[in-house]
């Protein structure tokens, strides 16, 4: 990493971890640590995929506000993101990897129970 990149991204995770997180936040973290792999068509791609998916942010605003919030704020306090980063930065890449597909999971999980209403 260059000098500064680890306090960036550690900034970053601790604001995507907060219960006021938006998905810039959420995009901006995840966008960060594929730029600094380096891989400039990865990077392109998570650009347009973020200009995409901030399109349709105001979307996914009114589904959660009009649904049950409380399935989105309970399942997302935690630390997700500074799990991650702490696995970067430790030099471990199989438990980053680890920790970045328990995060898939469990956010896979989250939006099926907001779209299905469960609490």
């Not at 810039?24 to 380096?38: K, L, P, V």
């Not at 306090?77 to 430790?90: M, N, P, W, Y």
Request: glycine share 6%; with cysteine; net charge negative.
């Amino acid at each position: 990493m260059a000098p500064g990149e680890a306090t960036y991204l550690t900034e970053l995770a601790h604001k995507a971890d907060d219960l006021a997180a938006t998905l810039s936040d959420e995009m901006q973290f995840h966008s960060a640590i594929i730029h600094m792999c380096g891989n400039s068509r990865l990077a392109s791609l998570m650009d347009t995929f973020c200009i995409q998916a901030l399109t349709f942010d105001e979307r996914s605003r009114q589904m959660v506000t009009s649904g049950d919030a409380r399935v989105l704020q309970r399942e997302r306090a935690g630390r997700a993101h500074r799990d991650v980063v702490e696995k970067i930065l430790s030099g471990d890449p199989e438990a980053a990897e680890s920790c970045l597909k328990a995060y898939i999971r469990e956010a896979k999980n989250v939006l099926v129970k907001a779209l299905m209403g469960l609490d």
